[in-house]
Each structure stands twice: as structure tokens, then as C-alpha cells.
């Protein structure tokens, strides 16, 4: 919840997800509800990890992005890496 800024919930992220990869988890989604910024070391840490997962052939869903983060992938174009939901049940059930 609150901003994602590059501070210690930034590195809790990016941990988070390195223990998901080390724990062999092939389907994670973020939820972003809550999350009222970004800046562009959080986005780096996202683009990452869908990195990570896309290169194993894994996947990663986005849900309860708001409409200034929704804005900022739209302009960034990140809507073309990102699999985004609105709800956590909506991406769960997207996965193949």
C-alpha cells in the first residue's frame, strides 16, 4: 500500500519475488490495489521480474492497478508487457 518509491517496500518487492523464483512458484500476481505511486525504480523492479518469469517460460499478472498507474503504462507502453486485471480473481483465473 502507498507508494512504490525505490525505498525498503521497493527491495521488499524485488526480494519478494526473488523468493517466489527460488521457490520455483511458475504463477505469481502482484496486486497493486492500495499502491497509489510508482516511480521508475519500481517499474524497474516490475519489468524484472516479468523478465525473470517470462525467460522461464513462467508468467506474471498485474491486478488492482488505479488509473494513475494504469496512465503511466499506458504512456510507458508497459500495457504490452504487463498482463493487467482488475481483480485478483480475474487474473488467478487467467492463467494457462
Known amino acids: 500500500k502507498g507508494s512504490l518509491v525505490g525505498g525498503d517496500e521497493t527491495v521488499e518487492l524485488r526480494q519478494a519475488v526473488a523468493g517466489f523464483v527460488d521457490r520455483g ?9 492500495g499502491v497509489t505511486y510508482l516511480n521508475s525504480t519500481a517499474i524497474g523492479v516490475l519489468v524484472s521480474a516479468q523478465t525473470t518469469y517470462a525467460r ?6 498485474l491486478c488492482g492497478v488505479n488509473k494513475n498507474i494504469q496512465n503511466i503504462f499506458v504512456i510507458t507502453k508497459l500495457t504490452l508487457v ?4 482488475d481483480t485478483m480473481k480475474e487474473a488467478v483465473a487467467s492463467f494457462k
Open 25 to 33: 512458484y511458475e504463477k505469481l500476481v502482484i496486486d497493486l490495489n
Open 56 to 61: 522461464r517460460n513462467w508468467q506474471i499478472k
Open 82 to 85: 504487463f498482463d493487467v486485471h
